[in-house]
């Protein structure tokens, strides 16, 4: 990968002062293709590429996340080992944080001091977003087999707590203090947590896929769990059936309604008594490994995003929908769509 070899090329000037959506696009494993694609909700507008466009050097290999802070973006690339750091208006390049092993996600716990969970390094490494230096790291070694490491994956903050999931081999939600930059406990969910989000109550609700059979580390019935505002006990709310894939766990902007996909895309009310409703219907019939890839919840409009990575060849789809289900528009996006970032 030469991520930092400039093109020979012309950098447009535009700038983008409404806001509006941005797509990472994961790309293909080894091939260095991740892009963004810039959508504006208001006009249809869409821009793909913006990234290589205006600094004239690749994204990298697998774009993983994004997170935005104040006005930077900052794209997680996790087989390149950084974090592309960006102007969300002009969309240039202001410098990038390296030195990561397998970086996943970037949480900001104050404008000085950020974690970076990671797949592969036994650690999450703490960073001066100010300097964009690693700074330390927080160890989440449990000295078990190479396969059984804790690989941390998102995180959410509760007063001085940060939840991350551990999802690779493993069924543990960990708890660190922020404060002293330690793990001080372990929640253990089902197998293979990949996705979390904090409720209105600030209950924290954690979505197990159950491991793919012939999982080395096991596999069982995946489920949807809910660990109360400052419990270590999880509670299992809703079991799938065996061979179920449920991903993408999200939630409205006012904390009240669940989505997720499972296959098709369902929704499902924090206080509900009944079952989770299906609220979109996937385009295929029965390929679990097509159709909708990534999912994402607009903050203030509760429009739904969902993207199709079709054959993880070509460009992929996204389809926005109003929060009742119905198609308000589609667009096209780079190879692998892998989930959404307001701008606003």
Avoid at 44 to 68: C, K, Q, R, W, Y
Wanted: charged share 20%.
């Amino acid at each position: 990968m030469k991520d930092d070899e400039m093109w020979d090329m012309k950098s447009p000037e535009h700038e983008h002062p409404y806001g509006g959506i941005f797509v990472w696009n994961e790309g293909n494993f080894m091939y260095g293709n991740a892009s963004l694609t810039y959508y504006d909700p208001e006009t249809g507008e869409v821009e793909d590429d913006v990234f290589f466009n205006t600094n004239g050097i690749p994204l990298g290999d697998v774009a993983h996340s994004m997170t935005i802070r104040d006005s930077l973006g900052y794209v997680v690339v996790n087989n390149s080992g950084r974090i592309y750091v960006f102007n969300t208006s002009t969309f240039e390049l202001k410098g990038k944080i390296t030195g990561l092993t397998s970086p996943r996600y970037i949480h900001f716990v104050n404008d000085s001091k950020a974690y970076v969970s990671d797949l592969y390094a036994r650690s999450i490494a703490v960073v001066n977003p100010q300097s964009m230096e690693v700074t330390g790291a927080i160890s989440v070694n449990n000295y078990s087999s190479e396969s059984y490491q804790h690989p941390t994956e998102q995180m959410l903050q509760y007063g001085r707590y940060v939840y991350t999931n551990c999802w690779s081999f493993d069924k543990q939600v960990l708890v660190i203090d922020s404060e002293l930059d330690l793990v001080v406990d372990s929640i253990e969910v089902l197998h293979q947590p990949n996705s979390m989000v904090l409720d209105r109550n600030h209950s924290l609700w954690v979505l197990c896929d159950g491991g793919a059979e012939g999982n080395p580390y096991g596999n069982e019935e995946g489920g949807l769990v809910k660990i109360e505002a400052g419990s270590t006990e999880a509670q299992i709310i809703i079991r799938f059936s065996r061979g179920e894939n449920p991903t993408d766990l999200r939630i409205n902007g006012t904390g009240d309604t669940l989505y997720y996909i499972n296959r098709d895309i369902y929704s499902y009310a924090v206080n509900a008594e009944s079952d989770p409703e299906l609220l979109i219907e996937s385009p295929y019939e029965t390929n679990m490994t097509m159709g909708y890839y990534s999912l994402e919840v607009d903050p203030f409009s509760s429009e739904l995003y969902v993207a199709d990575a079709v054959d993880f060849v070509q460009a992929g789809m996204v389809y926005r929908f109003t929060p009742e289900g119905a198609v308000l528009d589609t667009f096209r996006t780079g190879i692998v769509p892998g989930g959404f970032c307001f701008n606003y």
